[in-house]
């Protein structure tokens, strides 16, 4: 089955200073959201491998729409992120049935890696509901300047029977990070943690 799309957003921000203090380079970060129709609003559906499915054609577009907004190359992306807002004729299992099983692998094989897993959030809301996009580092988890989140929202979507589908991609960490941990030098990308 493929995605109903309605709508497709996609919003780039870039922190040019924190606190009067000046972000050189300045930190971006781009998320791309498709709104689809949701196949199985207002009823009960056992198998959910046709929103499973869905995952695997949004994954690749989105992640594709969002790298393309930051004008870098994929491999040049530091964190990711993906979330989904459901519409109140929907279950949370619908988005979980999106950004979970298959979803991932396209998001890494636009990016050349991600040995991290992708941070996820689901929601349920109706049109305009903000939803928050988690991020992390795409080959290790424990790198705590790229722990973030980017809050998203269209207008008028989810409606009753849509999904809101987000990806969110970086080109670094926060603005200005100095609460520790793991930098960026020394990353060696091959368990996802460090």
Do not use: C, W
């Amino acid at each position: 089955m493929k995605a109903e799309i309605r709508k497709i957003v996609v919003l780039v921000e870039e922190t040019l200073t924190e606190m009067g203090r000046p972000v050189a380079p300045p930190t971006r970060r781009a998320a791309a959201i498709a709104v689809i129709r949701n196949p199985f609003a207002s009823r009960y559906v056992e198998d959910l491998s046709d929103l499973m499915e869905i995952g695997v054609e949004l994954g690749g577009l989105l992640t594709q729409r969002a790298v393309a907004a930051l004008g870098i190359p994929g491999t040049a992306v530091q964190s990711y992120g993906k979330a989904a807002a459901v519409g109140e004729d929907g279950e949370l299992e619908h988005a979980a049935a999106i950004l979970h099983p298959k979803l991932g692998a396209p998001v890494r094989a636009a990016l050349g890696k991600g040995a991290a897993l992708i941070p996820s959030s689901k929601k349920r809301g109706g049109p305009g509901v903000p939803f928050d996009i988690p991020l992390g580092h795409k080959d290790a988890a424990f790198v705590r300047s790229h722990f973030d989140g980017m809050e998203v929202r269209i207008t008028d979507a989810p409606r009753r029977d849509e999904i809101a589908v987000a990806v969110a991609v970086t080109d670094s960490g926060r603005p200005l990070p100095r609460v520790g941990g793991l930098t960026i030098g020394e990353v060696k990308g091959e368990d996802g943690l460090r």
